[in-house]
């Protein structure tokens, strides 16, 4: 088995997508695909998903799956996009149910307008086995950040979303609705259990003290020294230290218009009666 993966940095949402691809069979899969916002002009893009478009014609291969590794909150994905180009399937772990029904009531599009088997074309289970060309990827969830958190691993390379940042970022926050700070410890736990040399890609880098852009590390450097959890650190400690540094975090810029497209595999709100698309935004009072 030859796999090689490819990551494309997406520099305004911090955001890694990944291409991996089995070279003997000339196949491959899209991890977190990312579209473009700018959200003050309302002006979405393609940047990123056409650089992997250019890179897959370029390699000649053919692409098995579009994987989410959960409904993101910070980035829009490019599923729907990618799918009218390429043909492949989307997929993402079955708690999508859970977060469409926490969040769509707050949206225009109802839980009971949705037909799950056509937004995605499968939901994911824990143990659960894909293919492409020769190769296997194994779903394993990983709730805790989101409820629909699942992790892909392939040969000895672990795509594990917000389950995990880098070393030096520690990890994701767990107060979005169906969160849960000990569900991610044990999803943790069970990432840090696989083999030392395993490849871990996160989803995303903030860059901190300003160094270079890094996605990936392995079990190893991640269980010894992921500022949040290591060795020096148990559970109870980790579950009040995320509580309390989630109570200090602000909404996420994009949620709104993230959410919109990704509880829907990437598809952009339908037309208003005038023609046009729109991003609703909830509002709250104060008075
Ligand atoms: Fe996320």
Redesign the pocket.
Known sequence: MSISVHSFFHKDTGTASYVVIDASHKRGVIIDSVLDLDIFSGQVGVSIAEQQLDFIKDKNIEIDWILE??????HLSAAAYLQTKLGAKTAIGKGIEEVQRNFSHIFTQSMSSVDNEKVFDQLLTDGQMLHFGDSQIQVMATPG??DD?VSYLIDNHIFV??TLFMPDSGT?RCDFPGGSASKLWASIKRIHALPEDTNIWV??DYQPNGREVNVQTTVLDSKLNNIHVNPGINEDDYISMRTERDKTLSVPRLIYPSLQVNLWSGALPAKAKNGVQYFSIPLTTNF
């Open positions: 590794t959960h409904a993101h909150a910070d950040h989101t958190s979303g917000d994701a989803c995303h």
